[in-house]
């Protein structure tokens, strides 16, 4: 399965690697959604997981970004705000789950568990 980092900080998911590589996965990273896009257009990730360090609108319109691309790529967000908050910020868009600023190997556990979950 094709999975997407989408970070500037790829030391704070250095615990989480070993996990998004089991069972034959490939985890490509991009530092911006910008070096994302053409990974998304020309060879899709079954999820991207997205920790650019933004909140709010700004989360919502990478998302959507993202969907413009392609529709069929889940997403996961990094995000330090409350449930109801970031329900309200991303109602509708499909997002799998938000996962915190500091994610460990649990977290990213919890993930490709949810992302089973829809496939």
């Known amino acids: 399965m094709e999975l997407l980092l989408v970070t500037p900080r790829p030391e704070a998911w250095n615990e989480c690697l070993p996990v998004f590589q089991r069972g034959g996965n490939t985890l490509q990273q991009a530092a911006s959604l910008e070096d994302a896009a053409p990974i998304i257009r020309d060879t899709p990730p079954v999820l991207a997981i997205l920790d650019l360090g933004i909140e709010g609108k700004a989360l919502r319109q990478a998302?959507?970004?993202?969907?413009?691309?392609?529709?069929?790529?889940?997403?996961?967000?990094?995000?330090?705000?409350?449930?109801?908050?970031?329900?309200?910020?991303?109602?509708?868009?499909?997002?799998?789950?938000?996962?915190?600023?500091?994610?460990?190997?649990?977290?990213?556990?919890?993930?490709l568990k949810a992302l089973a979950g829809v496939m």
């Open 63 to 111: 998302v959507i970004d993202i969907m413009m691309i392609n529709a069929s790529v889940h997403t996961a967000v990094v995000s330090d705000m409350d449930p109801d908050e970031f329900h309200e910020a991303t109602e509708g868009l499909g997002i799998l789950m938000p996962l915190p600023t500091s994610p460990k190997a649990d977290d990213t556990e919890r993930l």
